[in-house]
């Protein structure tokens, strides 16, 4: 079936600076979802996109949806403490079943 | 608004016995619900969805099983439990609406198998 590659694994960054990290299919995707997981935590939806070369915002967020269809992207600007956690790329491979990346485990120095 | 409900929120059981996790959403009708598996470290796995009362589709041939008996409950269960089932269990939730193919989860159970 179709796998999300998600890069880096994990990122440490000093509080301030900021961040980026992409998800790559081989396969074509007609949407893309970036959520975060808190620790013990189900992930949150932060950002969808649904159109190629889409680029959404949401506060420090941005994310864009690759004109390929085969790739997307997260940034998060000027990161603090709280963006601790595990960033996840989605899309649907149907209705009914959503593929997951293996997650970007960010870590953020005070 | 919405909100979905998991319990337990922890639970550790030995080896061979049986599991019964419960997942409720509150604040909307006939929801699509969905049972992933995360083990450490890792991405999300499907394991079932529903798309109604009665209604269960496997995604993964293991020895968990799931139900629907009302339109908002979704149970995850099995009759023996191996090693292999330790992991973090998301329950999640979508519908028709603003955000398409958006899927909101649970707080999630964290099980040991011993």
């Known amino acids: 079936g179709q796998q999300l590659n998600q890069s880096p694994q994990s990122m440490f960054i000093q509080e301030g600076e900021d961040v980026s990290m992409n998800c790559t299919s081989s396969?074509?995707?007609?949407?893309w979802l970036w959520y975060k997981q808190d620790p013990g935590e189900g992930p949150v939806l932060l950002i969808a996109?649904?159109?190629?070369?889409e680029l959404t915002s949401n506060g420090r967020l941005t994310a864009q949806f690759g004109i390929t269809r085969k790739d997307s992207f997260l940034n998060i600007s000027a990161s603090i403490p709280s963006d601790v956690g595990i960033y996840f790329c989605?899309?649907?491979?149907?209705?009914?079943?959503?593929?997951f990346g293996a997650g970007t485990r960010l870590t953020v120095k005070p | 608004s919405q909100t979905i409900h998991q319990w337990p929120a922890t639970l550790v059981q030995p080896v061979g016995s049986p599991l019964s996790l419960e997942c409720t959403v509150e604040?909307?009708?006939?929801?699509?619900l969905y049972w992933y598996r995360q083990a450490a470290g890792r991405g999300l796995q499907l394991l079932f969805y529903?798309?109604?009362?009665?209604?269960i589709s496997s995604e993964v041939p293991q020895n968990l099983s799931a139900s629907r008996p009302q339109d908002r409950q979704f149970i995850l269960s099995s009759k023996k439990l191996l090693l292999s089932d330790s992991g973090f269990y998301l329950c999640?939730?979508?519908?028709?609406?603003?955000?398409?193919?958006?899927?909101?989860f649970g707080p999630g159970t964290r099980l040991t198998v011993l």
């Open positions: 604040g909307t009708s006939n929801p699509n």
């Open positions: 989605a899309g649907p491979y149907n209705n009914n079943d959503m593929r």
């Open positions: 529903s798309v109604g009362i009665g209604q």
């Open positions: 396969s074509i995707f007609n949407t």
């Open positions: 999640a939730w979508s519908v028709l609406g603003e955000v398409p193919f958006a899927q909101y």
């Open positions: 996109l649904y159109k190629a070369g």
